[in-house]
């Protein structure tokens, strides 16, 4: 006979207590309890799992075989960059991201271009029509993907033994409920046990599963944390709903790295591979236009060419505004400090509005030369040369600290045919510039940067 009871889990790492506490024993956060209702089965019962878990015994590091892992094209050559080269045969991938964003629309565009591998789809939140209309939107082809709208784990199982797919699509994990627990689908225990339970379905059946996740208002997965714990691979699909970019990125891979970045333009016809965001993220027409600035930047490790915008206007009213679009606030305030401290500039009775173009999030510490250029070239009314791009992190004495993978940076820069690039000058140690047909200004500090630019 099952028992109700009542028990308060962590919403951050999933720990149990029997009473709500404020502060977390185990991770250490506070006000995360939250309370769940769950049945415990006798001891003789355990939860169908569909699998047959096979007896595991110790065996020595010789005897293992360290064989590449198999992995499955997935014909995108963003999406298998991000994963590692495709994606691996029993894994578990999660991808999270902000609604309407353009999860599933990645997830159905993809499978429909993989018609040799039996593919099944489980949806809990869309029907079967709306999927179909969909996919008639996405492809032109036919596809003999599988698709069944179900939201019990037990029931997902038995269309898994009948059906025997190689690669099983889940939209999303937050819907999903087994019969073994008597809380509501989306709650921390009935996200925490389906998972588990997927992961060694996966690793037994040697099956690929991707999830479809949920964010909270944070921006991170909603659930426990030990959702993230259990998966694989964990991407973030993530932009601005109003601009036609989108960003995957990778947060946690076992089989591959954390640093690969996938760029996709969100058309009517779906996601398309953005292969050269640099054409893309530049306005070929702000020749004469005072506050634009292109910096080198690089997210994960691809390099790419920004426009950082600044305007700089007389505060009407008392206190100067201070607005930063794509850029940490906080660092951009430092910046303005530097500009009034060490270089002389007066800017605290300034409105001072900042915009990295094209939507994008950028972190790169690189781009702090182009973010102090473009405000001043705005608070000066003087344009910067269209042709000179940079890149440099500034430090708070008004030094121009060195970057990483300045070759990168500046080969992306000759590519779209910059005449001048303006680096630190620590950077040209161990530079082989003789194949460059670009123009290295190195510069030290603030001041020889503004020289190099407005003369």
């Given amino acids: 006979m099952a028992k109700e009871k009542t028990v308060y889990v962590c919403s951050n790492c999933g720990q149990e207590s029997p009473k709500w506490v404020g502060k977390c024993p185990s991770c250490g956060e506070w006000n995360t309890y939250v309370e769940e209702i769950v049945r415990k089965e006798a001891v003789n019962k355990r939860p169908v799992s569909g699998i047959e878990t096979a007896k595991a015994k110790p065996v020595t ?8 892992e198999p992995r499955i094209d ?82 997902i199982y038995v269309h898994i033994r009948n059906t025997h797919p190689d690669l099983v699509i889940i939209d999303s994990i937050q ?36 999830l479809i996740g949920h964010i909270n208002k944070e921006g991170s997965i909603a659930g426990p944390k030990v959702l993230e714990h259990i998966v694989d691979t ?35 016809d779906g996601l398309r591979q953005v292969s050269n965001p640099s054409e893309l993220l530049l306005s070929q027409d702000h020749e004469g236009m005072s506050g634009i600035a292109i910096a ?12 950082t915008q600044a305007l700089v206007s007389s505060a009407v009213y008392g206190n100067p505004q201070r607005s930063a679009t794509g850029f940490d606030i ?21 409105d001072v509005f900042l915009n990295i173009a094209g939507g994008l999030k950028v972190n790169d510490p690189a781009i702090d030369l182009a973010v102090i250029s473009a405000i001043l070239s705005s608070n000066m009314d003087t344009a910067i040369e269209p042709e000179i791009c940079m890149a440099g992190e500034i430090g708070l004495s008004g030094e121009i600290r060195p970057v990483n993978r300045i070759e990168q940076r500046i080969g992306e820069a000759e590519k779209l045919g910059f005449k001048r690039f303006i680096l630190p000058k620590y950077n040209l140690q161990g530079l082989n510039t003789s194949k460059l047909k670009i123009e290295l200004i190195p510069v030290r500090k603030v001041e020889e940067a503004f020289r190099a630019l407005f003369g």
């Fill in 61 to 68: 590091l010789n005897e293992i075989a360290a064989d590449d």
């Fill in 74 to 155: 997935l014909h995108d050559a963003e999406l298998n960059r991000v994963l590692g080269g495709g994606l691996v045969q029993g894994s578990l991938v999660l991808i999270g991201g902000e609604p309407g964003i353009g999860k599933s629309t990645l997830v159905l565009q993809t499978i429909l271009r993989i018609p040799e591998k039996r593919i099944l789809y489980i949806s809990g939140e869309e029907s079967a029509r709306q999927l179909k209309l969909r996919a008639d939107r996405l492809s032109s082809t036919s596809c003999d993907c599988l698709i069944v709208c179900e939201t019990s784990l037990e029931q």
């Fill in 175 to 210: 819907t999903i409920s087994t019969e073994t627990l008597e809380s509501s689908p989306g709650s921390i225990a009935q996200v925490r046990e389906c998972s588990a339970s997927i992961l060694r379905f996966a690793k037994e059946t040697h099956t690929a599963v991707i």
């Fill in 234 to 268: 964990v991407l973030q699909f993530e932009g601005d709903q109003h601009y036609m970019y989108r960003i995957l990125r990778s947060i946690k891979n076992r089989f591959g790295s954390t640093a690969e970045l996938g760029i996709y333009e969100m058309r009517q």
């Fill in 296 to 307: 080198s930047a690089i997210e994960g490790v691809r390099p790419f060419l920004i426009e």
């Fill in 330 to 350: 906080r660092r951009m305030n430092m910046l303005l400090a530097v500009l009034e401290k060490r270089v002389g500039f007066k800017l605290a009775q300034k």
